[in-house]
T-cell receptor
């Protein structure tokens, strides 16, 4: 089974702090994704990466950056947190390529981040 | 533009009732994929089913069944004889058949199954 592990289930930070959310997958997937989930809005894509050191903006990249130095790890960085970044953050991974186009994304348990 | 609408915000049923979760999508693509995910209270999204736009056959898996109708742009999900463990948020999602891999999610339907 695919395992996507997010480093923290719950985090509480203060406005202006720098936050790193880490995600690791164990299935050698090329694609990795970061979403945020808010009530009534579903999941919205922040960034995704299709290879090491490669990244593309999703629908709501403002206020976030990402890092992918190794294939199995994808980090989401909040440089200076604000209260509107309080949310559930979900990481996912999937295969790439001709065999990957119809493959589902596999999700981690999520990190519930509260910014005070 | 692509869009997924799950008009039912929350549904409450009593155990053993059947329940249908609606999903309506919009896309200009002629080929695409549709997905359903389940999010139990633990938080992890669990993949349930994928359907490609070529295949309009309905699918049944145990107590779960899916009705895909391209003519009405709907991909509805029915749980037969619901159980308390079915309580979760269910998301419908759409993806293009290209290299973008971007999933467009609906806002989700929270299902509560009461004993």
């Amino acid at each position: 089974d695919v395992k996507v592990t997010q480093s923290s289930r719950y985090l509480v930070k203060r406005t202006g702090e720098k936050v790193f959310l880490e995600c690791v997958q164990d299935m050698d997937h090329e694609n990795m994704f970061w979403y945020r989930q808010d009530p009534g809005l579903g999941l919205r894509l922040i960034y995704f990466s299709y290879d090491v050191k490669m990244k593309e903006k999703g629908d709501i990249p403002e206020g976030y950056s990402v890092s992918r130095e190794k294939k199995e790890r994808f980090s989401l960085i909040l440089e200076s947190t604000s209260t509107n970044q309080t949310s559930m953050y979900l990481c996912a991974s999937s295969l790439w390529g001709v065999h990957g186009s119809n493959q589902p994304q596999h999700f981690g348990d999520g990190t519930r981040l509260s910014i005070l | 533009a692509q869009k997924v609408t799950q008009a039912q915000t929350e549904i409450s049923v009593v155990e053993k009732e059947d329940v249908t979760l609606d999903c309506v999508y919009e896309t200009r693509d002629t080929t695409y994929y549709l997905f359903w995910y389940k999010q139990p209270p633990s938080g992890e999204l669990v993949f349930l089913i994928r359907r490609n736009s070529f295949d309009e056959q309905n699918e049944i898996s145990g107590r779960y069944s899916w009705n895909f109708q391209k003519s009405t742009s709907s991909f509805n999900f029915t749980i037969t004889a619901s159980q308390v463990v079915d309580s979760a948020v269910y998301f419908c999602a759409l993806r293009r058949m290209d290299s973008s891999y971007k999933l467009i999610f609906g806002s989700g339907t929270r299902l509560l199954v009461r004993p």
